[in-house]
T-cell receptor, first 114, second 110 residues
Framework: EPEVTQTPSHQVTQMGQEVILRCVPI?????FYWYRQILGQKVEFLVS????????KSEIFDDQFSVERPDGSNFTLKIRSTKLEDSAMYFC????????????FGQGTRLTVV | RKEVEQDPGPFNVPEGATVAFNCTYS??????FFWYRQDCRKEPKLLMS???SGNEDGRFTAQLNRASQYISLLIRDSKLSDSATYLC???????????FGGGTRVLVKP
């Protein structure tokens, strides 16, 4: 069964450092997303990506964040100058398209900023 | 009204009993709805899709009430393994962001 894969599963970084979270969406999917979930809180939308550009972003997704799809398979989330409050689970998801909106999630990357 | 709202629970359910809970949504233009299950510190996993009035899959039944803008999830003959957080997810439109409710926690006890 096709699946979304994320690496690494756990990343520990020092405050102020940059991190890149990687995702490989399902190969024939067209829409890609990043979500985050702070421990004990709800899943929050960060950004959606379609046709090699951001289609929508939340107020959380400020200049500290960026996404790209550098090689047609990987979908990355870069967080610059990490803060303690960036510690969370980051989930990548993808959907097939207009007629197939069921989203499949990767297993997540647990980011811990110390 | 919040975009997607759920009773956080927890719903404490005896094994074998039936439990039901709702999710209200604010956007009347939404056409599709999803229930996801999330286990502790794991990714959300799709449980059921709801495109019309409802859907049934084994012990799970989802119903949509467009007039009142809510969807419900009913679990019959609850199993211990049904203990999880159930997330209501509503896409505003295809390809756009999926908005999550805060989740309803269900605890099935022997």
């Amino acid at each position: 069964e096709p699946e979304v894969t994320q690496t690494p599963s756990h990343q520990v970084t020092q405050m102020g450092q940059e991190v890149i979270l990687r995702c490989v969406p399902i190969s024939n999917h067209l829409y890609f997303y990043w979500y985050r979930q702070i421990l004990g809180q709800k899943v929050e939308f960060l950004v959606s990506f379609y046709n090699n550009e951001i289609s929508e972003k939340s107020e959380i997704f400020d200049d500290q964040f960026s996404v790209e799809r550098p090689d047609g398979s990987n979908f990355t989330l870069k967080i610059r100058s990490t803060k303690l409050e960036d510690s969370a689970m980051y989930f990548c998801a993808s959907t097939g398209g207009i007629s197939n909106t069921e989203a499949f999630f990767g297993q997540g990357t647990r980011l811990t900023v110390v | 009204r919040k975009e997607v709202e759920q009773d956080p629970g927890p719903f404490n359910v005896p094994e074998g009993a039936t439990v039901a809970f709702n999710c209200t949504y604010s956007n009347s233009a939404s056409q599709s709805f999803f229930w996801y299950r999330q286990d502790c510190r794991k990714e959300p996993k799709l449980l059921m899709s709801v495109y019309s009035s409802g859907n049934e899959d084994g012990r799970f039944t989802a119903q949509l009430n467009r007039a009142s803008q809510y969807i419900s999830l009913l679990i019959r003959d609850s199993k211990l393994s049904d203990s999880a957080t159930y997330l209501c997810v509503v896409p505003f439109m295809a390809g756009n962001k999926l908005t999550f409710g805060g989740g309803t926690r269900v605890l099935v006890k022997p």
